[in-house]
Every structure is written in C-alpha cells, then in structure tokens.
C-alpha cells in the first residue's frame, strides 16, 4: 500500500528558469529543483562527496554537475556518472500542477 500523499509545493513552474537550479528548503531539507529538457527534477542539493551544494552547480544533458569536485549526479536516479563521488544523491518525485511544482520528500512516488 502506498503511503498518503506527501507532496509540498516547492517552487511556481514560471520561477524555474531552463538548466538553471533553484534551491528550496521544504522541511528543513534542501532542494534543488531543476527544469531541463521539459522536464522538472527534485534532487537533494548537498553532494554526497562533500557538503556542497548542488544547485550552484551547472546542468547538461540531465546531469547537475557538483562544481567542487566535478562529479555528475543523474537528475533522474541521484546516481554520480564519475569519481570522486561514489555514493548517489536522493531523488524525490515531482508533481506539476497548474504553475506550482509539488515535491515529495518520502521517496515513494
Ligand atoms: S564535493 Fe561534490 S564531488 Fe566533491
């Protein structure tokens, strides 16, 4: 059985601009929520290598770069494409509904 729904609103859609994150707290966890390629992604914004954040970061071709270090998290998996991070960031579930961008802290979308 799936949990009741846990979406927060994050962010209006028309504030996200293209490849640029936006960095949201929603219960004291930081965001970034990422507009690219149509799409709106929800990953954690602090790497798993270090703590920085993400969203300072550039994106390109659905991978935020961490700009410390240079690995590349999978906006859609959290998973990095190189060293030196090894472990992958948390991904949440987004939901668009009119102009706001829900997110969802628990995982299971
Ligand atoms: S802090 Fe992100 S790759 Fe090192």
Known sequence: MTAP?????????????????????LDGT??????TEGEVFAIHDICSHANVSLSEGEVEDCQ???????????LRTGKPSGLP?????????????????????????
Not at 30 to 35: E, F, G, I, T
Not at 64 to 74: A, K, P, R, V
Request: charged residues 25%; negative net charge; glycine residues 4%.
């Open 64 to 74: 935020i770069e961490c700009w410390l270090h240079g690995s590349s998290f999978d």
């Open 85 to 109: 991070a090894t472990r992958p960031v948390p991904v949440y579930p987004v939901k668009i509904e009119g102009d706001d961008v829900l997110v969802s802290l628990s995982q299971e979308s």
């Open 5 to 25: 729904s846990t979406f927060v609103r994050a962010c209006g859609l028309s504030e996200l601009d293209e490849d640029t994150p936006k960095r949201v707290e």
């Open 30 to 35: 930081p965001v970034s929520v990422v507009r």
